[in-house]
């Protein structure tokens, strides 16, 4: 199976939560393919900036 972690680096917490979930995915289910993104690398340079 393939997962996708999504969130952004607007704080501590959402870094955290999202380390958390993947580490204990992968604990639970080493054979599946997890991946993390940080969603503002897709949002415009204004976005970023204003959000």
Do not use: C
């Not at 999504?6 to 380390?19: N, P």
């Amino acid at each position: 199976m393939r997962i996708l972690i999504a969130t952004v680096t607007a704080g501590a917490g959402h870094l955290q939560a999202a380390a958390a979930l993947e580490e204990a995915w992968r604990a639970l289910r080493p054979e599946d393919v997890v991946e993390k993104v940080d969603l503002l690398d897709f949002v415009s340079r204004l976005h970023r900036n204003v959000y």
